[in-house]
């Protein structure tokens, strides 16, 4: 169970476009996704916090309209990149959260590799 | 500013060795103490966490030791196999809800 699934694995696009990155929870509802990014060899950056059907809190420094994220749904949130450009190029990795009943524990996605070229 | 900080950045170990790892936090209002060990290309996968109410957890090889007192935790991999080979990260949060991860310390196990 708290299986996590991200789409697409890896991204390649050319600077300008827009990019949309898939993130669900395929065995439990999640009350809150969060997304990260990750650069080579450092940590995870908390980029913003999703609840469903609200908007996104997004943390300081992080570019709201750059990276729009949307939570329909309890099982799926999706991140856009708009306007891509090569410093955009990292990996960006979900979590997803379900209720703190049922031990409110963070399940992380594969990650999404994202080129821009 | 990272509120949990993590040590050491690398380690390398035996075979067979014990990998200890330490972290440190500030804020005491910090309630839920997870580790997480990822491998290249991959996503975070949750070894094992603690809550401060206990000064040990052990699962299998894995083991957290918490000193509430002195704001420190770390996390021992007895038996040391290369398959265990990876960054570990710690992390905080308060209330189960945003993590603060530490650095990261990348463990090589030699056979």
């Known amino acids: 169970g708290a299986v996590v699934s991200q789409h697409p694995s890896r991204v390649i696009c050319k600077s300008g476009t827009s990019v949309k990155i898939e993130c669900r929870s395929l065995d439990f509802q999640a009350t809150t996704m969060f997304w990260y990014r990750q650069f080579p060899k450092q940590s995870l950056m908390l980029m913003a916090t999703s609840n469903e059907g609200s908007k996104a809190t997004y943390e300081q420094g992080v570019e709201k309209d750059k990276f729009l994220i949307n939570h329909a749904s309890l099982t799926l949130s999706t991140l856009t990149v708009t306007s891509a450009h090569p410093e955009d190029s990292s990996f960006y990795i979900c979590s997803a959260r379900g209720a703190r009943t049922l031990g409110g524990t963070q399940y992380f996605g594969p990650g999404t590799r994202l080129l821009v070229l | 500013q990272q509120q949990v900080k993590q040590s050491p950045q690398s380690l390398i170990v035996q075979k067979g060795g014990i990998s200890i790892i330490n972290c440190a936090y500030e804020n005491t209002a910090f309630d839920y103490f997870p580790w997480y060990q990822q491998f290249p290309g991959k996503g975070p996968a949750l070894l094992i966490a603690?809550?401060?109410?206990?000064s040990e957890k052990k699962e299998g090889r894995f083991t957290i030791s918490f000193n509430k007192s002195a704001k420190q935790f770390s996390l021992h991999i007895m038996d040391s196999q290369p398959g265990d080979s990876a960054t570990y990260f710690c992390?905080?949060?308060?209330?189960?809800?945003?993590?603060?991860f530490g650095a990261g310390t990348t463990v090589t196990v030699r056979a």
């Open positions: 603690i809550r401060p109410d206990v």
């Open positions: 992390a905080a949060s308060i209330n189960d809800y945003k993590l603060s």
